[in-house]
């Protein structure tokens, strides 16, 4: 995004804020997928369900999607009764769109462990819409799908 010179002192302000804006919004988020992964490390449901809106949505790969804070509840503890997860996400943009949404795509890699037995690598690719509700950044919609090659 090409900024134009201010034409005032009061303009350069101005612009000098805006982008202070983003930069906190992006830190924020920032926070929020951090605050996320380790969610997911953790297998606590409660935790991820901090970080969502209470109208989120979340669309797994291979499953229906979940829509609202009681469906995305059963997805994830229905996940995490099955699997536990040790993953790094490396958060490869995060672009706030207007003052109440953005967006940010992350990459993420590590293990599964499987409690039936089993588990082996884990690798995806995924893209986030967040919302400011209150004040504070939240998971609005949530999608991924693995970037490991099938068996």
């Known amino acids: ?11 350069g302000l101005e612009v000098l804020n805006l982008l202070n804006d983003l930069s906190d919004d992006k830190a924020a988020i920032t926070a929020v997928l ?21 109208d ?5 790969q291979h499953f229906q999607t979940a829509v609202g804070t009681e469906q995305v509840r059963e997805a994830y503890d229905k996940t995490f009764n099955l699997i536990t997860l040790s993953v790094e996400f490396n958060i490869i943009e995060v672009v706030p769109v207007s003052d109440e949404w953005a967006f940010a ?8 462990k499987v409690k039936a037995g089993g588990g ?9 819409v967040l919302q400011k509700i209150d004040g504070y950044w939240k998971i609005a919609r949530y999608c991924f799908s693995t970037t490991n090659p099938p068996h």
Do not use: W
């Open 120 to 128: 082996g690598a884990e690798a995806n690719q995924e893209l986030f």
């Open 105 to 112: 795509r992350t990459a993420s890699a590590g293990t599964t």
């Open 1 to 11: 995004m090409a900024i134009s010179p201010p034409k005032s002192h009061c303009e």
């Open 34 to 54: 951090k605050k996320y992964q380790d969610a997911l490390n953790e297998s606590s449901t409660s935790s991820v369900l901090e970080l969502y809106t209470a």
């Open 56 to 60: 989120g949505v979340f669309m797994a």
